[in-house]
């Protein structure tokens, strides 16, 4: 490094380019190198609409997360929330694209996130709750984590090859999502009487809204049927023995719950939300809808 | 209370608040053939999440990589200048021992 | 009590000390060092430290409402890392013999100051990149300097940030540079931006030189290697052909080339000001005590968990043994 000039000291090029940023720059083209081609027999409108659900999820759940920023109880955690949101926010990223690109209408990841309504969101209502304290923050956590550890686990083998691409990188994230929130999960059953009520009370608050993780829309068991999707129905016994372990370790006893009711059946899947997604939708499309024309 | 005892077990160490956690020190092997390097610290409750963090900051969760995290007051060590005759105090048990660096300002002694 | 032999060795000690300064090597943790430049050092460290970490919520405001996807996952890596780099300096400080706990308790306390550039607020999303180009341009130039600093675990702290910060400097520009290829509400927004954020990117580099009576001593140590106006020269002379390149007007008429000094000169930033917002009373001083406050109290009990469970286990491991 040359010192007499400050800005071309650190400008000056340096192979490991990478280093020099966290994340590296690679937010241009989050499917560069993956075939992309949809595969003969699928669904092109389906396929498109379940890759917003799996990305809704992902992006709701990654503003949530991100409003954690400056306010977490350690800087360490800080820095792995930050890491969590990051994560799903290129999961979102990845499938809004794959969404866009199928419908082939000329929309992109910006125009789905940003241009479409309330009820056009198809994420499970989960993810939507408001922050919380950090209790009901690594139970909501676990419970997401677990269901969409053992739904992309299955997707890795997608018969569309961007699922299965963003599935096969997913599984690594969200393991490592899961671990996270089991570890604290055992820290806050286990650490003081306080603590323990707070995560009791952030699964009282979640578990209602697992039966919808476990109710396939009809788009998921068509697409299932195609071997492009996962119906997530089966996937509840492995679901429950997960948790079934982590709180036995943490002592921690899972509320019993009624699951939380839907519109004639409906619920997040088919747009049918709770209050909160609307204010979420306020404050992230708010600066993008204000000037439509730009680009940033 | 027994638990801060626990937290601080060597006698005349500076206490810290109850809710501080311990020190650890890093070590990053960032690739094969190459030693563990001392890359920083952290704080962090136990072992596990002392791991998990050094992961999160020090490696940005580059797998492949070794990490060795180890408490702050179970490191020995010794001056970096080994022939510096004033180094001074005996027992030196900790790495970052607060009250160490007390000692040259007001007592040099030999 | 201080005798004639204990005198001599405090002597040769700084003697030793001054040796290794002279010789441009670094002191290293367990070295013997003066009081003063451990507290000098303790406390630029720790200010440093706590600018990264009060400097998270200006650009964190911005980041539920990112007008991108691209530019969302940028803004929240960014300020992740803003933690991690609070965290190496929280790091190198407690080398001196300080603990994190203790510092956190002082900048609550406002004990201990942080950069008074974080005390101003982020009105539009303009703000972000001018933050990125100006406020993190002139860290820049503040702390390469740095990455030589005598003290071996500050400037390696140091290197690290470095090669991140000037990764966010380019994310800072890149983004001005499309909103100044953009609609014109979005060339307006940059302008304005820049319009309040350039005097105090100015001040970031302290007070003019007669007035920062430390910088003699902090020189001699090897702590700094410049003074304040010789880097807020520096900055000025790099960011004027940035500027213009953008398209963007600095607001100083007084900014010109003098061609007999090789440099800009330009006005004198309003240091009245500059004291006024370190004293306190800026914009934004309450609010993001404030937030750091709340933040640290909400979290006390999730800290006291996860201690009490570690203390558990470690007494059910003893207890198995």
């Known amino acids: 490094m040359s010192f007499d000039n400050a800005y071309e000291a650190v400008t000056e090029a340096q192979p490991d380019g990478d280093t020099r940023w966290a994340f590296g720059t690679g937010f241009v083209d989050p499917l560069d190198g993956v075939d992309t081609t949809v595969p003969s027999g699928v669904d092109r409108e389906g396929l498109a609409t379940y890759c917003l659900m799996l990305g809704d999820d992902a992006l709701v759940l990654s503003h949530r997360l991100s409003e954690w920023t400056t306010r977490a109880h350690e800087l360490e955690d800080e820095v792995a929330l930050a890491n969590i949101a990051l994560d799903l926010l290129g999961q979102a990223r990845m499938l809004l694209s794959r969404a866009a690109a199928v419908a082939g209408d000329g929309g992109d990841e910006d125009s789905l996130a940003y241009f479409r309504d309330e009820r056009e969101f198809r994420n499970v209502r989960l993810v939507e709750l408001p922050r919380g304290d950090f209790g009901r923050c690594v139970a909501g956590l676990l419970v997401f984590s677990t269901w969409r550890l053992a739904v992309l686990g299955r997707l890795t083998h997608s018969a569309d090859p961007v699922l299965a691409a963003v599935a096969a990188k997913g599984v690594k994230e969200v393991t490592y999502h899961r671990d996270y929130a089991a570890r604290w999960a055992v820290r806050l059953g286990d650490g003081t009487e306080y603590s323990a009520r707070r995560l009791h009370q952030g699964f009282a608050d979640v578990l209602p809204f697992v039966a919808e993780l476990f109710t396939p829309h009809e788009l998921e068991r068509e697409l299932a049927r195609q071997e492009v999707a996962v119906d997530p129905a089966p996937l509840r016994p492995e679901f429950d023995e997960v948790l079934h372990t982590v709180c036995t370790t943490a002592g921690t006893e899972l509320p019993e719950v009624t699951p939380v009711g839907t519109l004639a059946g409906e619920a997040g899947r088919h747009g049918v939300h709770t209050e909160h997604l609307g204010y979420l939708l306020a404050e992230m499309q708010s600066l993008a809808r204000g000037d439509p024309e730009a680009r940033w | 209370m027994t638990d801060s005892t626990d937290r601080n077990p060597e006698p005349g160490q500076v206490r810290t608040p109850d809710t501080a956690w311990p020190l650890f020190e890093v070590f990053v092997r960032g690739k094969r053939g190459l030693n563990h390097v001392h890359v920083g610290s952290l704080h962090a409750p136990d072992e596990r999440m002392a791991l998990h963090n050094a992961r999160n900051l020090y490696t940005r969760r580059n797998e492949g990589v070794s990490i060795w995290v180890v408490r702050a007051e179970h490191i020995t060590a010794s001056s970096p200048d080994e022939k510096d005759p004033f180094f001074a105090p005996s027992g030196d048990k900790v790495y970052r021992h607060p009250t160490f660096y007390e000692l040259p300002d007001d007592v040099p002694h030999i | ?321």
């Open chain 3, 1 to 321: 009590m201080v005798g004639t032999e204990s005198a001599t060795v405090d002597e040769q000690l700084h003697e030793h000390f001054t040796r290794t300064i002279e010789r441009d090597q670094r002191v290293e943790p367990r070295d013997w060092m003066p009081s003063g430049y451990r507290r000098t050092l303790v406390r630029q460290i720790a200010q440093h430290a706590h600018s990264e970490i009060i400097g998270m919520q200006p650009e964190g405001n911005w980041i539920t409402r990112a007008p991108s996807l691209r530019r969302k996952a940028i803004l929240l890596a960014k300020v992740q890392d803003e933690a991690g780099h609070g965290l190496y300096l929280y790091s190198a400080a407690e080398t001196l013999g300080v603990d994190r706990a203790e510092l956190t308790d002082k900048l609550l306390t406002q004990k201990q100051k942080y950069s008074s550039i974080f005390n101003y607020p982020t009105l539009t999303f303009a703000d972000i990149g001018v933050i990125g180009w100006l406020v993190d341009g002139a860290a820049i130039v503040n702390q390469v300097p740095l990455c030589r600093c005598s003290y071996g675990p500050y400037g390696r702290a140091m290197v690290r940030i470095c090669k991140e910060e000037s990764f966010h400097q380019r994310q800072g520009y890149e983004l001005l540079m499309t909103m100044m290829n953009g609609t014109r509400r979005q060339r307006e927004m940059v302008q304005d931006a820049t319009d309040r954020w350039w005097w105090p990117s100015l001040m970031m580099f302290g007070p003019p030189d007669g007035d920062s009576p430390n910088t003699r001593q902090s020189m001699e140590w090897g702590i700094k290697r410049h003074t304040n106006d010789e880097l807020r020269q520096k900055f000025v002379d790099m960011t004027v052909p940035q500027a213009e390149a953008l398209g963007v007007r600095l607001p100083d008429s007084g900014l010109v080339y003098n061609p007999e000094r090789g440099h800009y000169d330009f006005s004198e930033p309003d240091w009245d000001e500059f004291r006024r917002v370190l004293e306190g009373n800026g914009p934004c001083n309450a609010q993001r005590i404030e937030r750091r406050r709340e933040a640290h109290r909400d979290g006390a009990w999730v800290r006291e968990a996860a201690a009490a469970h570690a203390a558990k286990q470690q007494r059910r491991g003893r207890a198995a043994v």
